[in-house]
């Protein structure tokens, strides 16, 4: 099993930053894509962003476009999302997700491996 741990969210104002990250444990692989979604009060959870699991590729929603970027960390099997110029309407429970694959999923139902979750709350 693959367990991911989420942190890094928390309160921040309208066009402030915050990084979150993902540190992935457990049963080793040697590709992962990796994944961010987001699921806000009363609404589905959503795709934000992707890395493949070559790391060469990267995939965004386009509502985070040149606001949001995705990394890999510099331990193997983890994962960073930089926000910037957060807006209210990216508040939000933010999910890691990850699977054993070399290319890029944007497709939640794809990923096996899923955190629990760190909330983003950005007040106006």
């Known amino acids: 099993q693959v367990q991911l741990v989420e942190s890094g969210g928390g309160l921040v104002q309208a066009w402030g930053s915050l990084r979150l990250s993902c540190a992935a444990s457990g049963r080793t692989f040697s590709s992962v894509a990796m994944g961010w979604f987001r699921r806000a009060p009363g609404k589905e959870r959503e795709f934000v962003a992707a890395i493949s699991g070559g790391g060469g590729s990267r995939y965004y929603a386009d509502s985070v476009k040149g606001r949001f970027t995705i990394s890999r960390g510099n331990a193997k099997n983890s994962v960073y999302l930089q926000m910037n110029d957060l807006k209210p309407e990216d508040t939000a429970v933010y999910y890691c997700?990850?699977?054993?694959?070399?290319?890029?999923?944007?497709?939640?139902?794809?990923?096996?491996?899923w955190g629990q979750g760190t909330q983003v709350t950005v007040s106006s």
């Open positions: 997700a990850a699977d054993s694959v070399q290319g890029l999923l944007i497709v939640e139902a794809l990923y096996h491996y």
